[in-house]
């Protein structure tokens, strides 16, 4: 298996320091732990590309037996190390999406990964059977349409079109392209996997209508930020409009 990620380990830690990657596993923590308060204590989560543990971690503290899959040694060790240093306890198992480990868990995610993998690779039926019958399946990828959004206000119409005109999308942080995954599309096949779909929530709504990111590194600043977001995120129309969509289903 091919590990393009681990070299990128670094760029991708810069990134998740930024008060808008701050945002982003905020307010997914919360949506994971709302979601798991509906389930009980002491969940089995499997974490299917959970890197270096951002959404991992927080599940971990909360006390859920946690397993992270991903094909990244390197991000997998920056989780056990991250883990130790709280005095926390998560399994890593290095494969991916081509060979999850068997069984069922009471919450899977699956977040910034079906990007890399081909349209029609059968990924959401793996992930479903990975869910056990009532439990839970949280994904998550970049919106297309929050790019063009975010494209128009930074870049201006020209490179709006072109955003929306692109057949892929560029990730800046690992020097790449990408499909584009639209929610529409995971909900279909989710719900053809027998998936019931239970939250389709926005990720970085306002955050990326705020162009001018100065302010975000002012905490009372970020506080108010992150407060609207977190309000904005569960709620018609601004769910369908931000950085990324987050999907969850029961089983
Ligand atoms: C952008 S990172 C996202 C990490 C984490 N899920 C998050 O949202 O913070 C993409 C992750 O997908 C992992 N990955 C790449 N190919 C994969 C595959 N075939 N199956 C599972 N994970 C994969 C990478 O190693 C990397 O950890």
Not at 69 to 89: F, M
Not at 165 to 182: G, I, M, P, S, Y
Not at 193 to 222: M, T
């Amino acid at each position: 298996m091919t590990d393009p990620f681990s070299e990128k380990l670094q760029a991708w830690q810069q990134y998740t320091r930024t008060p808008w990657a701050r945002i982003r596993y905020a307010v997914v923590a919360e949506i994971l732990r709302r979601e798991a308060s509906t389930l009980g204590a002491g969940l089995r989560v499997l974490d299917v590309g959970g890197g270096d543990g951002m959404d991992a971690l927080p599940l971990a503290r909360a006390g859920h037996d946690v397993t992270i899959v991903d094909p990244s040694e390197s991000w997998l060790a920056e989780a056990q190390r991250r883990a130790r240093a709280e005095a926390t306890t998560i399994s890593t198992i290095r494969g991916g999406l081509d060979d999850l480990p068997e069984g069922e868990w009471d919450l899977v995610l699956c977040h910034f990964v079906l990007r890399y993998r081909p349209a029609d690779g059968g990924d959401i039926p793996a992930l479903a059977r990975r869910v056990r019958r009532g439990g839970r399946l949280s994904v998550m990828d970049v919106n297309p349409a929050g790019r063009v959004l975010r494209t128009v206000v930074s870049d201006g119409p020209a490179a709006a079109m072109a955003e929306l005109q692109a057949d892929t999308l560029a990730v800046h942080t690992f020097n790449t392209e990408v499909r584009k995954v639209e929610a529409d599309r995971i909900s279909d096949e989710a719900r053809a996997a027998g998936l019931v779909q239970v939250g389709h929530y926005g990720n970085r709504i306002a955050n990326d209508l705020l162009v001018d990111d100065l302010p975000k590194h002012d905490e009372s600043y970020f506080d108010d930020l992150l407060a609207l977001e977190l309000e904005l995120s569960g709620r018609e129309p601004f769910n369908r409009i931000g950085f990324a969509w987050q999907l969850v289903f029961a089983r």
